[in-house]
């Protein structure tokens, strides 16, 4: 199967920036799409950004161009890099990819612990 581990969440001010990253281990044979969502309490996962198994991307539309969502395939890793954050973008991050574990088997999701970012105002 399948692991996720994310870094990179914390405290920062109004306007600042973080880097997160997730690196994907376990049985590992294809990983198609990585992405991030996040959620807030009360508020339902939303997506922040996806990349594919190439480099087309996809954005929530809350990003506004604030963050870039990249990978290293050859490490199975996908980052985010967060500037202008704002205290709305306060949620738990969580890493999710769109991975197979041997050739025959079939592409399932699979989701990280989540990390914490918190804004300050």
């Known amino acids: 199967q399948v692991q996720l581990v994310e870094s990179g969440g914390g405290l920062v001010q109004a306007g600042g920036s973080l880097g997160l990253s997730c690196a994907a281990s376990?049985?590992?044979?294809?990983?198609?799409?990585m992405g991030w969502y996040r959620q807030a309490p009360g508020k339902q996962r939303e997506l922040v950004a996806f990349?594919?198994?190439?480099?087309?991307?996809n954005y929530g539309d809350f990003v506004k161009g604030r963050f870039t969502i990249s990978r290293d395939n050859a490490k199975n890793t996908v980052y985010l890099q967060m500037n202008s954050l704002k205290p709305e973008d306060t949620a738990v991050y969580y890493c999710?990819?769109?991975?197979?574990?041997?050739?025959?088997?079939?592409?399932?999701?699979?989701w990280g612990q989540g990390t914490q970012v918190t804004v300050s105002s």
């Open positions: 999710y990819c769109n991975a197979k574990y041997k050739s025959l088997s079939p592409f399932n999701d699979y």
């Open positions: 376990g049985s590992i044979f294809r990983i198609n799409a």
């Open positions: 990349i594919d198994s190439g480099t087309s991307t």
